[in-house]
């Protein structure tokens, strides 16, 4: 990038948008757009993902058209936009004549102008047609991982954006999203049609954030830690994820008998019931909201110091994204998930009920196989998530997760674990290896180290996580029994055929030594 350049990105950066410096991965995609490269960018939650789209309006004086899912987040960006001066717009089902006047009044201007868009506004003919004449600079396509049907949140809607491509080959789309793997990000580059796209995945590593994961045998051991979590965040806001709306509303009912401030909000609520509850949020007249999946896109709030998952999600997509909503300001902040094996049954009759193609079915299950193993231990976590994504920053140990650092003063901590742990061995039909509870003896527990170096260093020749080899309770299990053939090896926690076929011989041998 050569000097001028630079020096025009920091002072529009700062003239306009009042920044200092752009945030890590920013000015490498802008400086892709602006090469009027096709862009498929990841940036996690809180990353900064806007400015990659509305600086490059500014610098090149044009119109930007933007695809995004919600109008609350259009809403929300224009008002920011038109603070700092920036012409912007969004249209809308319900606007008022008049408003839409006013948007294409103030695009007839030419210049400078961000306007916001539904994926369904899009198909419209006479939209197709109006886009044709206009001088765009780019089409920025949000939550662009909708796109893909390998994704956690495919929309058919998304699905027909190809469009753009058909309609203005020229010009350069930029596809963002918070979270998609390599699988997603080859389909989101297929389904827009994108043209050698250059893509960038950044900033996954949260150094604010401590990263915690514990297993729960009853719904009493759930709420005692949920107890713990909210006594330990006596500041700031908490974000308290569930699987179900039912859940949804029992958990928030429970921890209303103890504090204030607490509601529910999921997608069988009413369109206003629902405006309320996120208003009543972001204006701070609640402090502890317990939520299914349907709140939380758009919603950026700076203060929120917990993120509790009370049920394990489907994938480790869904978990980073709604992690990613805790400490944007930069703050210390935990993420917590409470797992247990009822959850996982709960999404894999989520994933048996789908009507989903079988190829997409059993990628989810792969999917769903992959956050189990997270949750059952592995490697450093933020090291895991930096590898699974593929990001441009890779570290060996964070310090500040349970694995890295299980006697942190934040993490959250309860009694009686281990007695709740014997209890869910002697009430679960399945068979529970006792090393799941246990002390390893040491020859056990030098055969567990033994495996954990292996696979430590089989994922970093794969480049994948620890956890997509096998978790930790699966070593465990295998350091227990351990197995001298292929055949005693099928018996062991977690190895299905393909771990076998992949990975079989090589847990022989290390523990023949």
């Known amino acids: 990038m050569m000097n001028h350049e630079q020096n025009t990105y920091e ?48 610098i090149e004086n044009k119109l930007v058209v933007v695809i995004s899912p919600l109008i609350s987040l259009m809403k929300d960006q224009v008002n920011s936009l038109q603070r700092n001066g920036i012409p912007s717009g969004c249209l809308y089902a319900k606007q008022s004549d008049e408003e839409k006047r006013k948007i294409f009044s103030d695009l007839n201007l030419g210049g400078t102008y ?10 419209k003919d006479g939209f197709q047609k109006w886009i044709q004449t206009q001088n765009i600079a780019l089409f920025a396509v949000d939550e662009a991982h909708c796109v893909s049907q390998w994704g956690h949140d495919f ?52 150094p604010n954030l401590y990263y915690q994961v514990e297993a729960c045998a009853t719904e009493s051991d759930k709420l005692a830690l949920i107890y713990s979590a909210i006594q330990k965040t006596p500041e700031g806001r908490i974000l308290i994820y569930c699987g179900t709306r039912k859940n949804t509303e029992s958990l928030c009912l429970e921890l209303q008998k103890r504090f ?41 709030q700076s203060d929120v110091r917990l993120v509790l998952h009370y049920q394990m999600p489907a994938n480790i997509d869904s978990l980073y994204q709604e992690m ?45 196989d992959a956050l189990v193993n997270y949750s059952e231990g592995g490697e450093c976590r933020h090291a895991e998530i930096l590898v699974y994504y593929k990001d441009s920053q890779r570290i ?36 529970i290896s006792k090393s799941f509870i246990d002390e390893l003896d040491p020859t056990q527990e030098y055969r567990f180290q033994n495996l954990r170096s292996w696979r430590k260093k089989k994922s970093a020749e794969l480049d994948v996580p ?10 465990k299990d295998m350091a227990v029994k351990n197995p001298s053939s292929l055949e005693e090896l099928k018996n062991v926690y977690g190895v299905g055929d393909s771990k076998l076929e992949k990975f079989g011989w090589d847990v022989l041998a290390e523990l023949s030594q």
């Open 11 to 58: 002072s529009v950066l700062r003239k306009t948008f009042s920044l200092e410096k752009f945030r890590h991965g920013q000015k490498e995609i802008i400086s892709a757009i602006l090469a009027r490269k096709d862009v498929l960018a990841v940036l996690p939650t809180g990353g900064g993902k806007s400015l990659c789209y509305q600086l490059p309006a500014v």
């Open 114 to 123: 961000i306007l916001y868009l539904s994926p369904e506004r899009v198909q």
């Open 260 to 300: 204030t401030q607490v509601a529910y909000y999921h997608a069988g609520l009413s369109m206003q019931a629902r405006e309320q509850t996120q208003q009543d949020y972001i204006h701070k007249k609640l402090r502890i909201l317990v939520a299914t999946n349907a709140f939380g896109m758009g919603v950026d």
């Open 466 to 475: 620890a956890f997509v080899i096998f978790s930790d309770r699966s070593l």
């Open 155 to 206: 929309r058919e809607e998304y699905a027909q954006l190809k469009i753009l491509k058909t309609l203005r080959p020229e010009i350069p789309v930029l596809a963002l999203t918070a979270s998609a793997t390599p699988t997603v990000l080859n389909d989101i580059a297929k389904n827009l049609q994108l043209q050698k796209p250059e893509r960038m995945v950044y900033g996954f590593y949260r």
């Open 396 to 431: 060996t140990r964070c310090g500040h997760c349970d694995t890295c650092d299980p006697t942190s003063t934040r993490k959250i901590v309860r009694t009686g674990i281990v007695a709740g742990l014997v209890n869910l061995v002697k009430s679960h039909k399945k068979k």
């Open 324 to 368: 990613g909503r805790a400490g944007r300001d930069g703050q210390d902040s935990t993420c917590l998930m409470l797992y247990s094996q009822k959850d996982k049954g709960l999404q894999s009759f989520f994933l048996q009920s789908s009507s989903a193609p079988a190829e997409i079915k059993k990628l989810r299950w792969r999917n769903l």
